[in-house]
């Protein structure tokens, strides 16, 4: 069990600029998420995978903001035409049949 | 709707000495988890402890314990001996088993500084 590995862990980028966040979840879990959390707040979710399938999306997911999980395996997120908001630390979790969550320890990403 | 309230944006405790962070939580839904995870300042969010709606006992797990006290809808998470490496944010987490959404949603967090 080597944990949910997230990379890069650091990114800048300049306003504009595509970025993509790669997360390997635990293997066996088969059920990943992404969260976001800025300075101060507590993690605020993204989406939810089961497999393959994008079961939920935050409704503050602007269309900017892409997952996948194509395998089931690892997920990619994908944030297009980067804004100075999207600042933030990026984080991944999976979990298996159980209730609790294991988080990465997450993409810190600034935009310039 | 499902929320997570921790009123205590920093808490101090000597170290070897016991403390409660608080958590209030609302939700409809009559089947939920509670979580408490500890966030470092590497960012990696470490799970503590958990407690299921229906658990007549309230969970422990080495040295810490949830004070659940479901008529209150409080899951106050308990850290008996400090230790200076407790030094950290604590968040609260909800998530509802049976209402159609499976996120988790977190509170704002409490930051405990040990005090040596």
């Known amino acids: 069990d080597t944990g949910v590995s997230q990379n890069p862990r650091h990114k800048i980028t300049k306003r504009g600029q595509n970025v993509t966040f790669r997360c390997d979840p635990i293997s066996e879990h088969n059920r990943l998420y992404w969260y976001r959390q800025t300075l101060g707040q507590g993690p605020e979710f993204l989406t939810y995978?089961?497999?393959?399938?994008?079961?939920?999306k935050s409704r503050l997911l602007s269309d900017r903001f892409s997952a996948e999980r194509p395998k089931g395996s690892f997920s990619t997120l994908e944030i297009q035409r980067t804004e100075q908001g999207d600042s933030a630390m990026y984080l991944c979790?999976?979990?298996?049949?159980?209730?609790?969550?294991?988080f990465g320890q997450g993409t810190r990403l600034t935009v310039v | 709707a499902q929320k997570i309230t921790q009123t205590q944006p920093g808490m101090f405790v000597q170290e070897k000495e016991a403390v409660t962070l608080d958590c209030t939580y609302d939700t409809s839904d009559q089947s939920y988890g509670l979580f408490w995870y500890k966030q470092p300042s590497s960012g990696e969010m470490i799970f503590l402890i958990y407690q299921g709606s229906y658990d007549e006992q309230n969970a422990t797990e080495g040295r810490y314990s949830l004070n659940f006290q479901k008529a209150r809808k409080s899951a106050n998470l308990v850290i008996s001996a400090s230790q200076l490496g407790d030094s950290a944010m604590y968040f609260c987490?909800?998530?509802?088993?049976?209402?159609?959404?499976?996120?988790?949603?977190f509170g704002t967090g409490t930051r405990l500084k040990v005090l040596a």
């Open positions: 995978f089961q497999n393959e399938a994008q079961l939920e």
């Open positions: 979790a999976s979990r298996p049949t159980g209730p609790e969550a294991f």
């Open positions: 987490a909800m998530r509802e088993v049976t209402s159609g959404t499976y996120k988790y949603i």
